[in-house]
């Protein structure tokens, strides 16, 4: 089942925050995060196993709430560089490969 | 550590034509997916290898795509003939351990193809 991604593309200027989705209306298995830049290879970022589970690492954060139905993913602070496509994927069970939501776009301005 | 790399990185061919992309996924991991990005929309997954052995090619869209992994090393994907809704960008992964659940994905840069 694919996740939902909101929103579908934000404008911010430097120095703002913003927070991405990512649901299912089913338990996730586990979320992960990718950022891609045009013509770039998708990054990962960060992989979500447990609800309740925060993870973070400069000023790009995510959540994965307790019913594991959603997970959020923060930027604070932003900078030019995070601008990006950003992915959620998700498996449907353990051992299955990940199945993405329709992205993210992140544009952000001088 | 080398990442993943994918050759070509554009391809453009006429419809009808044959195209083959190539991936070389990080040295010692065993999985390699394949997935495909249709302009503005999402990525999709095609076909997982656990060494040279297909384990998943669910969503492999058709005969017309073939994809290889000898010895349990690169992986080449081949379109034939191609139509024009092939055309995408061709996404490699590689990860270590068994199980899209937990073990982290690598993505190659991806290799553009354009078909006429």
């Known amino acids: 089942q694919q996740p939902v991604q909101s929103p579908q593309a934000v404008i911010l200027r430097e120095g703002e925050d913003a927070v991405i989705n990512c649901s299912s209306s089913?338990?996730?298995?586990?979320v992960h995060w990718y950022r891609q830049k045009h013509g770039e290879a998708p990054v990962f970022l960060m992989i979500?196993?447990?609800?309740?589970e925060q993870k973070g690492h400069d000023k790009i954060s995510a959540s994965f709430n307790e019913k594991k139905q959603q997970s959020s993913l923060y930027l604070t602070a932003s900078q030019l560089s995070y601008s990006g496509t950003y992915f959620c994927?998700?498996?449907?069970?353990?051992?299955?490969?990940?199945?993405f939501g329709k992205g993210t776009r992140l544009s952000v301005i001088a | 550590e080398a990442g993943v790399t994918q050759f070509p990185s554009h391809s453009v061919i006429e419809k009808g034509q044959t195209v083959t992309l190539r991936c070389d996924p990080i040295?010692?991991?065993?999985?390699l997916y394949w997935y495909r990005r249709v302009m503005g929309k999402e990525i999709k997954f095609l076909l997982h290898?656990?060494?040279?052995?297909?384990?998943?090619e669910s969503g492999m869209p058709n005969n017309r795509f073939l994809a290889e992994r000898t010895g349990g090393t690169y992986s080449t994907l081949k379109v034939q003939p191609a139509e024009l809704e092939d055309s995408g960008v061709y996404f490699c992964?590689?990860?270590?351990?068994?199980?899209?659940?937990?073990?982290?994905?690598?993505f190659g840069p991806g290799t553009r193809l354009t078909v006429l």
């Open positions: 979500l196993l447990k609800g309740g």
């Open positions: 040295s010692g991991h065993d999985n």
């Open positions: 994927g998700t498996p449907n069970s353990g051992n299955t490969p990940l199945v």
């Open positions: 290898f656990v060494k040279e052995s297909k384990q998943d």
């Open positions: 992964a590689s990860s270590q351990e068994y199980g899209g659940g937990t073990d982290t994905q690598y």
């Open positions: 089913k338990a996730l298995y586990s």
